[in-house]
């Protein structure tokens, strides 16, 4: 399925499209920093994860800066818990106990975006194919009863800022739509029953050509001020 799903964005980038002169291309990375809500572990301490995405992308333009924005890559994301055990107690291993949920996914972002007071506003909806999932514990306790879903929609609201013609500065954020493990509960709002993905991105998007999306919105700024 994953494998069909990329030949099918290649084909797409590289196909009878690219002689329209509409498209652009560009490779991007970032660190996250990612957290799962309703996590169903023992005691205390769920914390956010540090994970990363990159991968490689295409631009098709719509006119007046407006485009269309394509791309498949990468993505780690997950959640840390730190359990302690109270030193008071009667138990003798007083140790912390760090657990450690990774998981691993094929994203597949589709985003709107329009330059805006000379930003880049990007909008839109991802699918996630789930590759691999691992839980480690400190202390080899046995792994938690989790079960997560192959597949995850996500939201995301991106702001690209330009540092050269090529390379823009970049703030993403994502949240899941969807409950992203199958033993969800049965009660409460549907956000309410299960673990979601969340979290914040800060990298960089290199452009193999100047952007003209921003030299366009730039031109039509300066026509609005030349009375």
């Not at 990468?74 to 657990?99: H, M, T, V």
């Not at 994203?107 to 839109?124: A, C, E, H, K, M």
């Amino acid at each position: 399925m994953v494998k069909k799903i990329i030949l099918l964005f290649l084909l797409l980038s590289i196909g009878k499209v690219k002689a329209q002169n509409k498209f652009s291309y560009f490779i991007y990375g970032m660190p996250l920093f990612t957290h799962l809500t309703n996590l169903n572990i023992d005691g205390d301490g769920v914390v956010g994860k540090l994970g990363v995405e990159a991968g490689i992308g295409t631009l098709y333009q719509l006119g007046n800066g407006q485009y269309w924005r394509f791309s498949i890559g990468y993505a780690e994301r997950g959640a840390r818990k730190r359990r302690l055990f109270d030193p008071n107690s009667d138990a003798l291993n007083i140790e912390n106990i760090d657990f450690h949920l990774r998981l691993r996914y094929i994203t597949i972002p589709i985003l709107y975006g329009f330059p805006s007071y000379g930003l880049n506003v990007q909008t839109g909806v991802s699918t996630n194919l789930l590759m691999e999932e691992s839980q480690i514990t400190s202390d080899n306790l046995p792994p938690q009863n989790l079960d997560f879903k192959g597949v995850d929609f996500m939201a995301h609201f991106n702001l690209e800022f330009e540092v050269t013609k090529q390379m823009f500065f970049n703030v993403n954020l994502f949240h899941s739509i969807n409950t992203i493990n199958r033993n969800d509960a049965n009660v409460g709002w549907w956000f309410q029953r299960g673990s979601m993905h969340r979290g914040l991105g800060v990298g960089l998007t290199n452009y193999f050509s100047e952007t003209p999306f921003q030299m366009e919105e730039k031109e039509e700024q300066k026509k609005e001020y030349n009375f």
